[in-house]
């Protein structure tokens, strides 16, 4: 199945110092295994570029425009992009109205504005309750994904 990333993940993949680091490479690691494709749109490489290259001071990562230049580059080549389509702000008004998204969660509906347009219905984020009023939409957290099974009790 396709999934989308959240630009979050992205972030944690990109800063090995991140607490969340690993669990990020873990939930990655883990869907690819079990065969999902992982893929971005282009909000996910915006989002990051602003947080990339935002100082450390102010919650960024503090990159350089080279080195983030360079993330992406990596991020371009690792996940497959979605391009926006010429209705993705079409679709982006029916989301904000349908869920009634006020302030920072019409960035939220435009992710999945942009994946209803490509058939998606899971999304892997760090940021699950955010998404919680799109009904329909699979939010796969990370730290869930990235568990150890739990052992089996033998018969």
């Known amino acids: ?21 690993n669990t990020a490479t873990a939930a990655v690691l883990t869907l690819r ?11 996910c490489v915006y989002e990051f570029w ?13 990159l350089s425009l080279l080195e983030c230049s360079r993330e992406v580059a990596n991020v371009e080549v690792s996940f497959p992009l979605l391009d926006d389509k010429p209705t993705l702000f079409t679709e982006w008004k029916i989301v904000v109205n349908a869920f009634a998204c006020h ?21 892997l984020t ?12 699979v939010v796969l957290d990370p730290q869930v994904i990235a568990a150890p099974p739990a052992p089996s009790n033998p018969p």
């Open 126 to 137: 760090f940021n699950v309750t955010d998404f919680a009023r799109f009904v329909g939409l």
């Open 1 to 21: 199945m396709n999934i989308l990333l959240d630009a979050n993940i992205l972030l944690r993949l990109a800063d090995p110092t991140s607490s969340s680091h």
């Open 33 to 43: 295994a079990a065969g999902d494709t992982l893929c971005i749109v282009p909000q």
């Open 50 to 62: 602003v947080v990339a290259t935002r100082p450390t001071a102010n919650n960024g990562l503090g």
């Open 103 to 123: 302030g920072k969660v019409a960035h939220d509906a435009r992710y999945v504005a942009a994946m209803r347009m490509h058939g998606l219905t899971h999304l």
